[in-house]
């Protein structure tokens, strides 16, 4: 079981926006702000799309976005394209003891 | 560019020992953390544990402490991470990432991340 909760799973259609939450606890992602967010292609490594909540690595779309509620993240995606369908992974530091923590992994496919 | 190369995949029995090594390139070693994060078959990642390249100081999630051991070589700017007493559920690629900058301190994301490394435990 993950720390961190998101869906399993999320769909939409080219050119729609979903969003992917995260949820988390007062001790992880509602303490910092420092949630962050990664795209992994099948057999890939992670590329980070989203770091300290909202920012946007150069050379990432600003098709991609990112936002906080309390306990939960999200991950925007606008403008969807076939390249998006992969897995999104977030993470959170989370201090103490447990230091890093990431969520389960939601898988996005592009109908 | 920055670069993270790894180590190649192994294949291990339960109760033996792994060294994943992971090379850096294209920025000051020094000067970033390297942390390792796992990914079982089918499953999500997983933090593993991060070295302080600078000093060689290590913090590893609780639940790999007394089992997992990252060292690193300034001169090869190589980190390696070694995890004894392997069982099934050890199974998994390997991941080493770079901690990125922040202009607060410490980043707490990945910026850069190697290719990964498969390790499998089977008898």
């Known amino acids: 079981q993950s720390a961190l909760t998101q869906p399993a799973s999320v769909s939409g259609s080219p050119g729609q926006s979903i969003t992917i939450s995260c949820t988390g606890t007062s001790s992880d992602v509602g303490s910092y702000n420092l949630v962050s967010w990664y795209q992994q292609h099948p057999g890939k490594a992670p590329k980070l799309m989203i770091y300290e909540d909202t920012k946007r690595p150069s050379g990432v779309s600003n098709r991609f976005s990112g936002s906080k509620s309390g306990n939960t993240a999200s991950l925007t995606i606008s403008g969807l394209q076939a390249e998006d369908e992969a897995d999104y992974h977030c993470c959170s530091y989370a201090g103490g003891k447990t230091f890093m923590v990431f969520g389960g992994g939601t898988k996005l496919t592009v109908l | 560019q920055v670069l993270l190369v790894q180590s190649g995949a192994e294949v291990k029995k339960p109760g033996a020992s792994v060294k994943v090594s992971c090379k850096a390139s294209g920025y000051t070693f020094t000067s970033y953390h390297l942390h390792w994060v796992r990914q079982a078959p089918g499953q999500g990642l997983e933090w593993m544990g991060v070295?302080?390249?600078?000093?060689?100081?290590?913090y590893n999630a609780q639940k790999f402490q007394g089992r997992v051991t990252m060292t690193r070589d300034t001169s090869t700017r190589t980190v390696y991470m070694e995890v004894s007493s392997l069982r099934s559920e050890d199974t998994a690629v390997y991941y080493c990432a770079r901690e990125g900058p922040s202009e607060d301190g410490r980043g707490y994301y990945f910026d850069y991340w190697g290719q990964g490394t498969l390790i499998t435990v089977s008898s």
């Open positions: 070295i302080h390249t600078s000093d060689g100081s290590t």
